[in-house]
């Protein structure tokens, strides 16, 4: 089949990233080759940018707003109070630390709260000495946390964002569902995390050799405009979202302010501390064409027949009740992602549920669960994510490489009860809300 055989050609080279080529050129070359031979036609670009664009652009803001704070020392100053509140006793510091992942990914997105959160842990670690084992824990608990706790607001992933605009569910009612359901993810998470490294966590370690939070602190005046902003933009997130405006809009208008405070534009950047440029050229950029190539080339899937394949298999599973409609959704949704790549999946997904004939609650309710199998299923296998991959790169360059083979054991044995008692939990709570 043509479309399935560009489809894994497209995966292969986005995942390998030839040099000089990068994740959206090697979607975009997919696409076109689609488009060459018919898989796709060129009315369906408008179709699938229509379902990428604000969500794409929402997470390059979303990421610029990170890239800026980190610059500022913000994660850093929040890490080490963090490793301050732990008071030395290493079992309190764990949770707060998987707690600190949680709520960095509830704001920032998963790529945000793996990429920049991971390598401060780090820091920390190596500053109070930890052991290569009680190290390796909280790394693979900030890598973790990052995508089991991706879910509570439509901004904390980028597959909640083009779900959530596909199918127009709004920020506060997507926040209504999500956000309980997100806090048994976190309670599971940390539980499952444990009972597999809890045997490895120092007692003890000491609070005086760690750095005093307000030397992390860069940029005194981005810092201080951090939190308004923030508050200001959550706010912004459920007031405007009743009016139809863009997620993109609202996200680029406080990324567009934090860059102003940066560069200190008004002076004509004198006495900026942040480069606002480099900030700029680390901004994924090439996120635009992955979402676009990588996307038509799924949308070529489902053309020839994936989508139809996909739809009946969600009505044999909404024949069985919406228990087993829900944790079957998700399961399958995560089976999807971790073998060919979340955001693919989210599409094959989306389009498989609008076209299956199910009720109403039964489609709101797969609808949620595609969601939960796209976050948490892409910890089964490297592939699943580009966070994944990314943060696995990271680790590699601080010392700490974690081969494909290891990443999976841990995936297998931490993901799948997480996703069970999420999906437990959203088939419980969705039809009593």
């Known amino acids: ?186 309670l599971a998470t940390l539980t499952v995390l444990w009972v597999a490294f809890g045997r490895n966590i120092p007692k003890s370690y000491s609070i005086e050799m760690l750095d005093p939070p307000h030397t992390a602190i860069k940029d005194v005046l981005v810092f201080r405009a951090a939190f308004p902003i923030l508050t200001v933009l959550l706010v912004a997130y459920f007031v405007t979202a009743p009016l139809g405006v863009p997620i993109s809009l609202v996200t680029s208008s406080a990324a567009l302010l934090l860059t102003v405070i940066a560069g200190r534009w008004w002076q004509r950047s004198n006495g900026a501390v942040i480069s606002v440029t480099d900030v700029l050229r680390r901004a994924p950029w090439q996120i635009v064409l992955f979402s676009l190539g990588m996307y038509l080339v799924v949308y070529g899937l489902g053309n020839a027949g994936l989508t139809n394949l996909g739809a009946r298999a969600l009505e044999w599973l909404a024949q069985q009740g919406d228990f087993v409609a829900t944790i079957g959704t998700g399961f399958l949704s995560a089976i999807v992602a971790s073998a060919m790549n979340n955001m693919p999946s989210t599409l094959i997904g989306a389009l498989a549920i609008d076209q299956a004939q199910v009720s109403a609650t039964t489609k709101e309710l797969m609808v949620y669960a595609n969601i939960i199998g796209n976050d948490l299923g892409p910890k089964f296998t490297p592939i699943g994510s580009l966070a994944t991959l990314l943060w696995l790169h990271v680790l590699a360059e ?36």
């Open 1 to 186: 089949m043509p479309a399935l055989a560009i489809f894994a050609v497209t995966l292969l080279l986005v995942i390998w990233q030839p040099k000089g080529l990068g994740i959206g050129w090697s979607a975009l070359a997919g696409a076109l080759l689609a488009l060459l031979v018919g898989v796709v036609h060129w009315s369906d670009v408008s179709v699938v940018w229509n379902i990428v664009w604000d969500a794409t652009f929402t997470f390059v803001a979303l990421i610029i707003i990170s890239l800026i704070l980190d610059a500022a020392g913000f994660f850093a100053w929040g890490a080490l109070h963090v490793a301050r509140w732990g008071g030395g006793r290493g079992h309190l510091l764990f949770p707060l630390v998987v707690l600190l992942g949680a709520v960095i990914a509830a704001f920032f997105a998963n790529d945000g709260a793996a990429l920049l959160l991971t390598p401060i842990v780090i820091a920390i670690l190596l500053r109070l000495n930890f052991a290569p084992a009680a190290a390796f824990a909280f790394i693979i608990a900030t890598g973790f946390v990052a995508d089991t706790t991706s879910l509570p607001l439509v901004i904390s992933n980028l597959v909640n964002i083009v779900s959530a605009n596909y199918f127009n569910i709004g920020f506060d009612r997507y926040a209504a569902v999500m956000v309980p359901v997100n806090l048994v993810s976190l």
């Open 398 to 433: 601080k010392g700490h490489k974690i081969s494909w083979g290891q990443y999976m054991k841990i995936g297998l044995l931490i993901t799948p009860p997480v996703l069970l008692a999420t999906l437990v939990a959203l088939a419980l709570w969705l039809p009593a809300l």
